[in-house]
């Protein structure tokens, strides 16, 4: 069992920048494959970004060149640097690890808000 905790989600207003960091308990973060999930006003969470390593990330077409993931695997620590921000970036930000084939386990979510 993994239980992640996010920080660092808040108000801010259009062109503002907030980092979003996410703990992982246990001693197998370096195996985890780490991404940040979004949700809007509807039920589904769309991916944001994903990490593997640092030769190997992934990000939806919507924050390319405005968001970078980055994680700290000495502090079981995955982080979301945001700039830029646009009102459309507002959701729930939710950490998500897996591990293999194993079923994920998700964060309970923070808060982000962008004021136009």
């Known amino acids: 069992q993994v239980q992640l905790v996010e920080s660092g989600g808040g108000l801010v207003r259009a062109g503002g920048s907030l980092r979003l960091s996410c703990v992982a308990s246990?001693?197998?973060?370096?195996?985890?494959?780490m991404g940040w999930y979004r949700q809007g006003p509807g039920p589904q969470r769309e991916l944001v970004a994903r990490i593997i390593n640092p030769r190997s990330t992934k990000y939806a077409d919507t924050v390319k060149g405005r968001f970078t993931i980055s994680r700290d695997n000495a502090k079981n620590t995955v982080y979301l640097q945001m700039n830029s921000l646009k009102p459309e970036d507002t959701g729930v930000y939710f950490c998500?690890?897996?591990?293999?084939?194993?079923?994920?386990?998700w964060g309970q979510g923070t808060q982000v808000t962008v004021s136009s």
């Open positions: 246990g001693n197998i973060f370096s195996l985890l494959t």
């Open positions: 998500q690890a897996t591990w293999g084939e194993r079923a994920p386990f």
